[in-house]
């Protein structure tokens, strides 16, 4: 099955918030880039609420509910009390864990599972409970035994964090042995029969080699470099374009 793409609205929100008005309309957006067969919407809403905001949340899940129940609610965060409880409020279909601090301007890094695999255990359990399916961000630097921790926490993917790749949109020769890291990391995901995600600073120019290289990649999720498109080609083009990029026949 080719890579599956989840729509990152968080650029979106972002350009909202400049004012205090309703448009750009994030729900709406979301509409359109479904109705152009993305597979899903992403959100990662921020305690200090930047960009996606709480009240954005259960619009978002009534718009797919209710117009496209095929499709999937991924939502992102540091696995908070509070963000833990929103989940359980608004049970998105898949719960992806990062382990940012809040002031960050934007996920950095993957877990370090050899030091945060146990806290992770029991969080991973509360929301498996609840019927959502858990992604833990890593980081894609082939360190097998890293994917064998993640695997004990109980998770059902990882995704791969691909900013190092996607930084090096001048650099070919580094790109590429960055691309071998993941794919390593992603063959030892495989092996230990977790699922693969990935996303951050993906395009339509880089994705194609990587998943060429990681086949199997279940999904990716794209918020940046996608609004930046929308704002040349509109959101359904976009969204077309990056399924293309992803090994989808459009």
């Known amino acids: 099955m080719p890579t599956k793409l989840s729509v990152n609205l968080n650029a979106i929100a972002m350009l909202r918030n400049r004012r205090d008005l309703p448009w750009p309309n994030v729900a709406h957006l979301g509409r359109i880039a479904l109705q152009a067969g993305a597979s899903g919407l992403t959100v990662h809403p921020r305690p200090d609420q930047r960009h996606i905001r709480f009240s954005d949340l259960p619009i978002i899940r ?29 049970e998105p279909e898949q719960v992806t864990l990062v382990p940012d601090d809040p002031s960050q301007a934007t996920s950095d890094h993957g877990f370090d599972f050899r030091a945060h695999g146990e806290m992770l255990k029991p969080i991973v359990a509360r929301l498996k409970a609840k019927g959502m399916r858990v ?17 004990a926490t109980g998770a059902d993917r990882i995704e791969l964090y691909t900013g190092p790749y996607g930084g090096c949109f001048d650099h070919p020769e580094r790109g590429a042995e960055i691309i071998e890291l993941l794919g390593r990391t992603a063959d030892a995901a495989f092996a230990e029969g977790l699922d693969v995600n990935g996303g951050h600073d993906l395009t339509v120019a880089n994705l194609p080699a990587l998943v060429k290289r990681i086949p199997k990649m279940a999904e990716v999720s ?29």
């Open 135 to 151: 992604s833990l961000f890593a980081d894609g630097d082939g360190d097998v035994e890293a994917v064998k921790l993640a695997k």
């Open 222 to 250: 794209i918020g940046h470099g996608l609004t930046a498109d929308a704002l040349e080609y509109g959101m359904a083009e976009t969204v077309r374009r990056f399924r293309r990029a992803c090994g989808q026949t459009v």
């Open 62 to 90: 009534a718009l797919i509910d209710d117009e496209f129940p095929q499709a999937e609610f991924n939502i992102e965060g540091y696995p908070s009390e509070d963000f833990l409880e929103l989940c359980e409020k608004i």
